[in-house]
């Protein structure tokens, strides 16, 4: 028995049938595993909270085009190898799709073993590359870290609570723990929070930063710290705070 790690696929296709065949190929022949998405909302929640190894991207699908699906997960700094798998054979579409960040083409028909060599090339590339990013500041080949009494596992997308209850953790909320707890105690400006999760070019309104501290939030009241370790310091951005040592920081727990 093969005691080599098996890549996660996540294949974005709406022909169910077509997902399932590619699906029982690449996991029979190619000792992959694989997930299914038939829509690219579907897909984004997806990689939002767990990680693949490598996208296989129809461009047609019923509520976005592949490209925009590609597009948003660029703005969430989700970097995963992709290859395009399409009926489109038209050169310009080829084109387009390389130039966004598209790591291969493959039109159908295609042959399933060319395919497996494909998605390996890729990997390959991928694994050389070092691009194995969950966030700008976290790494998929990170070792798990302590967060208010919390276990997080990046590899896994994990958090094991203090009572030994293990549940899905997303990117982000990864991203900004693992950057809270380097700034122990210090006062972070909402924008280099922004930039060290999401990168110094990224365009992240503040509403969705508020979005993901209410999340860290919940896991602080969860645990023995409470919902106090996490506090905002009006017009600056917040300070992570476990041991209450600078309670005289004005701030509040929003």
Not at 21 to 27: F, K, N, Q, T, V
Not at 32 to 50: D, E, F, P, S
Not at 195 to 208: E, T
Request: proline letters at 6%; hydrophobic letters at 40%; aromatic letters at 6%.
């Amino acid at each position: 028995m093969s005691t080599e790690p098996q890549p996660l696929i996540l294949i974005v296709e709406d022909e169910p049938e077509l997902a399932k065949l590619i699906a029982s190929y690449l996991e029979e022949e190619g000792g992959m595993r694989t997930q299914v998405c038939h829509r690219a909302q579907q897909a984004a929640r997806y990689l939002k909270g767990n990680f693949a190894n490598l996208l296989l991207l129809d461009i047609t699908l019923p509520d976005k085009t592949g490209f925009e699906l590609l597009e948003e997960l660029r703005a969430e700094n989700i970097t995963i190898p992709v290859i395009f798998v399409t009926g489109n054979s038209i050169e310009e579409s080829k084109v387009r799709g390389l130039n966004m960040g598209g790591d291969d083409y493959v039109t159908k028909p295609f042959s399933y073993p060319e395919l497996v060599a494909r998605i390996r090339a890729v990997l390959r590339r991928a694994e050389g590359s070092g691009d194995l990013s969950l966030t700008k500041n976290v790494s998929i080949s990170d070792e798990p870290f302590e967060f208010c009494q919390a276990r997080i596992n990046p590899q896994r997308l994990e958090i094991t609570l203090p009572d030994g209850a293990v549940g899905k953790i997303g990117r982000k909320e990864i991203g900004i723990m693992a950057h809270l707890r380097a700034h122990e105690g210090e006062v972070i400006p909402r924008k280099a929070l922004i930039h060290a999760v999401w990168g110094i070019h990224a365009n992240v309104r503040s509403r969705s930063l508020d979005q993901y501290i209410v999340k860290v939030r919940e896991f602080c009241r969860a645990s023995p710290v409470g919902v106090d370790a996490l506090r905002t310091v009006h017009g600056i951005g917040y300070i992570f705070d476990p041991e209450g040592k600078h309670r005289d920081t004005p701030a509040k727990a929003g």
